[in-house]
């Protein structure tokens, strides 16, 4: 517990009055002011929008250091996992706490093709979508009416764990579905011969007609993928399922609520905007700099899509695992795709231009992942759907962790009033 760790005081001069509060220390060495007791004691809220200094929890599932590019799950380096495991072996390190057994591996694997299918009376959502109805928002809403068709989850742990296996197993399967009912093709069923990510792979490109064949590259890629994204800390999509969490909501409906702040294009929504970014350069001619001189001009909105970040202050360490991703994918499959080559040239111009190296801002996750899915054949639209299947073992383990932390209350920030005071009514005959 954090709180047995205290390090030090911090002393609050108000007037003549003087508060102290205590100061925690993580393993990591990252310091933590206590203000629990700030607004009984003092009158005063703290004011930090966007919560750039706030922490909301403890948390023993990420490590990050963004001035030094670090990233570690349950204490594994992410570069380890990604060249090393597959993402079910990394969905049960973060949900359970530690990389399972061989036998354990197997069985995950098992259970997670024994739910894989999606209830039959499901599927007629997907017949009533509208053509060219974005996955995310498909996703979102079958993931929160699972809870009608599995309603037994309650409080017992058994029955989250169930939840949280038939969530990670699921959710390929509507992502799949998703991207058939786009393109107008039968659905291809899961299968239990295949493994998450060629279950994955194989129910996207395979048709009734044609068998896909699975490439391991393509697939050890996936893996990888998905593990890049698999947690984050507290980013807003995972705070945002803790805050639906913390009011007693049940995982279905937190994690539902975690896809539609994932599919922000400030967030994981981006991967879809560098790929369109990209394209943009390339039909004016390939010209960079026009990016790169409209992303820092203060007078419009534009942002480079795929750089910076709010907690890297370095080079993001998942950018540099998807670049060599990337290349390693283009190469085996023989292609020379020009986005690649502009997505370079613009890192390069942009890593060497005053604003963004003032700014500390460089390559996230998002800026070569979806040359690697385009690769392999994923429309764009699907690219934010890749993300959230990846984050979504990160978002089932801080959901756990939240609802097993006696520190955790209902998520409720406080505000600065500052519209009108009191206002007498006046009665609408009065009104000017
Ligand atoms: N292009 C141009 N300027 C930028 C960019 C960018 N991509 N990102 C930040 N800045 C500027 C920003 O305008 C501000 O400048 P100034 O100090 O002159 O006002 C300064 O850098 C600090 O930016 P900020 O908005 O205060 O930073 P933030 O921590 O609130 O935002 C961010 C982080 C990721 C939302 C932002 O960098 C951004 O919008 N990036 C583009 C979208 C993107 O790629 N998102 C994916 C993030 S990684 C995947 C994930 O986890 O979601």
Not at 77 to 83: F, R, S, T
Not at 123 to 133: S, T, V
Not at 141 to 170: G, N
């Amino acid at each position: 517990m954090l709180e047995n760790n205290k390090v030090a005081t911090a002393d609050l001069v108000i007037g003549d009055k003087k508060f102290s509060y205590p100061i925690y220390e993580g393993t990591e060495k990252e310091r933590a002011l206590d203000i629990r007791k700030l607004r009984a004691e003092t009158g005063l809220i703290t004011y930090d929008p966007g919560f750039v200094n706030t922490g909301s929890c403890e948390s023993a599932i990420t490590f990050l250091d963004g001035e030094q590019g670090i990233l570690r799950y349950r204490g594994y380096d992410i570069l380890d996992l990604a060249e090393n495991c597959e993402f079910i072996e990394v969905a049960y390190l973060l949900i359970q706490g530690r990389l399972p057994t061989k036998a354990e591996r197997q069985r995950y694997a098992r259970l997670l093709n024994q739910h894989s299918m999606l209830h039959e009376d499901m599927q007629g959502f997907f017949r009533n979508y509208p053509e060219g109805a974005h996955p995310m928002a498909i996703a979102s809403a079958m993931v929160v009416s699972l809870s009608s068709f599995y309603p037994e989850i309650a409080d017992r742990e058994e029955e989250k764990s169930l939840a949280a296996t038939r969530l990670i197993s699921k959710i390929r399967t509507m992502a799949a579905f998703s991207y058939k009912k786009s393109v107008g093709e039968p659905f291809v069923y899961p299968s239990s011969k295949l493994t998450y990510c060629e279950n994955l792979l194989n129910m996207v490109f395979a048709s009734p007609v044609a068998d896909y064949k699975l490439d391991p590259v393509l697939v050890k890629a996936m893996n990888q993928l998905l593990i890049l994204h698999a947690d984050h800390e507290q980013n807003a999509s995972t705070s945002v399922v803790r805050m639906v969490g913390s009011t007693g909501a049940n995982l279905y409906a937190s994690i539902s609520a975690g896809i539609s702040a994932l599919s922000g294009p400030l967030h994981g929504g981006a991967n879809q905007e560098v790929m369109e970014m990209l394209e943009e350069i390339r039909a004016h001619g390939g010209d960079v700099d026009k990016m790169v001189e409209r992303a820092k001009d203060p007078n419009d909105s534009f942002r480079l899509f795929g750089f910076g970040h709010r907690v890297y202050k370095s080079y993001d360490p998942r950018a540099k695992i998807a670049k060599k991703v990337c290349t390693g994918v283009l190469e085996k499959l023989g292609i020379n795709d020009p986005l690649l080559d502009i997505a370079m040239k613009l890192e390069e111009r942009a890593l060497n231009d005053e604003y963004f190296i003032k700014r500390k801002l460089y390559p996230n996750v998002d800026f070569y992942t979806g040359i690697t899915y385009r690769a392999m054949g994923f429309p764009t639209n699907m690219f934010t759907m890749l993300f959230a299947i990846g984050r979504l073992p990160g978002w089932i383990a801080q959901w756990y962790e939240m609802h097993n932390d006696p520190n955790q209350k209902i998520g409720r920030p406080r505000q600065a009033y500052c519209g009108p005071t009191q206002l007498r009514y006046v009665p609408i005959e009065q009104r000017t």
